[in-house]
């Protein structure tokens, strides 16, 4: 073996000697991280047999609407009974100019567009 060969094999001794240690203190920094995060972290077994947690949530899309109530709707001095109670709320909690306009549209079929005026 050359004095050159010598020279490169104990480069990459070394270099394989940094890489291994740089492994292993990045493995070491990951489990200190995972560490620190376990602690912080509350299971879900622990919460729904501890603190009796319901896991569910339900929803309002699938009920069959009741159509025999109106709920009113004023706007210009004319009512409209819209069928649906959230929309009626919706549309009272709107700015007075914006009910004009939804009423303009689609009651009165008043168009917006340019090419109308």
């Avoid at 929803?59 to 929309?87: A, K, M, N």
Wanted: aromatic share 18%; hydrophobic share 35%; charged share 25%.
């Amino acid at each position: 073996m050359t004095e050159y060969e010598a020279y490169q094999e104990h480069i990459r001794y070394t270099h394989d000697t940094y890489c291994r240690i740089v492994i292993r203190h990045a493995s070491f920094d990951a489990a200190r991280l995972l560490a620190a995060r376990w602690k912080r972290e509350i299971s879900l077994e622990y919460l729904t047999e501890e603190k009796f947690v319901p896991l569910s949530t339900t929803d309002e899309y699938f009920q069959v609407p009741d159509y025999g109530e109106t709920y009113p709707f004023s706007v210009r001095g004319q009512t409209i009974f819209l069928d649906s109670r959230s929309l009626a709320a919706a549309l009272a909690e709107l700015p007075e100019q914006t009910q004009e306009e939804i009423f303009l549209y689609y009651f009165q079929h008043f168009d917006f567009s340019p090419m109308t005026r």
